[in-house]
Nanobody, 120 residues
Framework: QVHLVESGGGLVQAGGSLRLSCEAS????????IGWFRQAPGKERDFVAA????????YYADSVKGRFTISRDNAKNTGYLQMNSLKPEDTAVYYC?????????????WGQGTQVTVSS
């Protein structure tokens, strides 16, 4: 079992930055990958970024490459998503998720989400 809690969302102006955190409990944190997803109103949930358990493999959606950085601190059981140069189209509920097998596959556990709103 894995329990995930996101934090760090909020309201920011376009061009600003936010750092989201995903605090995990349950299974050994370094044993699973972490992904970030987002869902805007009326749209499907989209992949944003993912990082493997040891941090050696990272993926990004094309829409956030060069602006967002995913990382993790296994000693703190916490994953992060640093978001820079934010755009109004980044507005969404952001979710972190745990992948017990591979970060390119199924995500098994999800957090409750944190709202990010970017004003123009």
């Amino acid at each position: 079992q894995v329990h995930l809690v996101e934090s760090g969302g909020g309201l920011v102006q376009a061009g600003g930055s936010l750092r989201l955190s995903c605090e995990a409990s349950g299974r050994t944190f370094s044993s699973y990958g972490i992904g970030w997803f987002r869902q805007a109103p009326g749209k499907e949930r989209d992949f944003v970024a993912a990082i493997s358990g040891g941090g050696g493999t990272i993926y990004y959606a094309d829409s956030v490459k060069g602006r967002f950085t995913i990382s993790r601190d296994n000693a703190k059981n916490t994953g992060y998503l640093q978001m820079n140069s934010l755009k109004p189209e980044d507005t969404a509920v952001y979710y972190c998720a745990a992948a017990l097998a591979t970060i390119s596959g199924r995500y098994d556990y999800w957090g409750q989400g944190t709202q990010v709103t970017v004003s123009s």
